[in-house]
């Protein structure tokens, strides 16, 4: 990947250095911006890993990251520069309280094992021709990924469309017999409805529905709801 679509992917990842952020990305992009940081010798760009890690799980992006590290032969540099760097991450985001990406945590343990002195070392060296600041990266992470606050998460949109639907099926089935209410659903979903469906639906669920969309039936069923 060269340098200049590189720090384009960054912008679409929350990382912006000098591109704005772009059209949504893929996961299999997500690797190859990983992959390609990873190898990289510029420390501005490789410190922006933790934030495409926590980008990503806000965003509810699926990151293979057995897919990531099997690019990789398991001794290579690259290979350790890659764990080095997901473990780091895996610790950032925990301090900051941030979502990880999936996998991210079931891997831990393990990367623990293999790097032992990682944590307690100021410096996180990537073979000879590279060594971070954790300073640094816990720096570059509280300041890119505090935009994230100002956004409803994907776990949170998920959550806010569950309970949406749930006291959406409750009303429901408090106004209409479960007939009506399958009825209501296929239509609200666009489904087609049979002859007699649609006879039924139009003599007696629409005339349901109607008065319920009367304003003046609205605000007393409001003013009496509070007492």
Partial sequence: M???DLIAALGSLGYPLVAPEGPKITGQRVIEVLSALSASNDPRLVEGFPVILA??????????????LSKYPLKSQNRQNIEKLLFISFQLLNEERLEQPGGLDSMAESLKAKYPDLLSDERVRLGRRLSLSRTRLRNTLRRYAGNL??????????????????ELHKHLSTLFSPKQKELVLKKLGGESLTK??????SR?????????????LRRI???LSKK
């Fill in 196 to 201: 007699t469906e649609q006879e039924y639906y």
């Fill in 55 to 68: 980008n990503c799980a806000h965003r509810g992006l699926k990151l293979d990251i057995h897919a990531l």
């Fill in 2 to 4: 060269k340098k200049e």
């Fill in 204 to 216: 007696v669920v629409k005339k349901k529905l109607d008065a319920l969309s009367n304003r003046e």
């Fill in 221 to 223: 069923a409001t003013a």
């Fill in 149 to 166: 606050e100002n956004f409803e998460s994907a776990r949170e949109r998920e959550k806010h469309r569950q309970q949406q639907s749930f």
